[in-house]
C-alpha cells in the first residue's frame, strides 16, 4: 500500500504480511518501493516459518522470495485488500484525495505504526 510524504515525489510503502488462518498482521515495514523493504520485512516473518508467499507481480517478489514459496495472484490477497481499506478509511492521511498530509517521513511513519500497533497488535476486549 502507498501513500506519500509531502508530495506525490516522496512515496512511502507499506509492506505488511498477514496469517490467511486468522488474518492477524505479522510484520510490517513502512519503507521506499525498493528491494531492501521486502528483505527487511522477509527477516521479521523468519520466526514464523512462513510457507507461503501471495503477492502481486511485482519484480522483487521475484527476485526475493523463492519460487516453491511464492504465489502470483489476486486469489490470496483480498485480507490484505480489506486491511488497505480499514487503514484509508481511518487514517486520513491514507485516502486516495484528501487535504490531509504528512510532512515528514517520521511523523507519517509514527501515525501509521501506531495506529497498526493499536489496531492489530493489541488485545481487543469483548
Not at 515525489?9 to 510484520?27: C, E, I, P, S, Y
Not at 516459518?49 to 502481486?56: L, P
Not at 490470496?76 to 486520513?92: D, M
Amino acid at each position: 500500500m502507498w501513500s506519500f510524504v509531502g508530495s506525490k515525489k516522496q512515496q512511502r510503502w507499506l509492506w505488511h504480511a498477514v496469517d490467511h488462518t486468522n488474518g492477524t498482521v505479522l510484520a510490517y515495514v513502512l519503507a521506499p518501493h525498493q528491494d531492501q523493504a521486502l528483505v527487511k520485512l522477509v527477516n521479521l516473518l523468519k520466526p514464523f516459518g512462513i510457507k507461503r508467499f501471495f503477492t502481486d507481480a511485482w519484480g522483487a517478489y521475484e527476485r526475493i522470495l523463492d519460487p516453491d514459496t511464492h504465489l502470483i495472484g489476486k486469489k490470496n490477497t483480498q485480507i490484505i485488500e480489506r486491511k488497505h481499506l480499514t487503514l484509508r478509511t481511518r487514517i486520513k492521511r491514507l485516502a486516495r484525495k484528501t487535504i490531509c498530509f504528512s510532512k515528514s517521513i517520521l511523523m507519517h511513519d509514527i501515525v501509521i505504526g501506531l495506529f497498526i500497533n493499536k489496531y492489530d497488535f493489541s488485545i481487543h476486549s469483548l
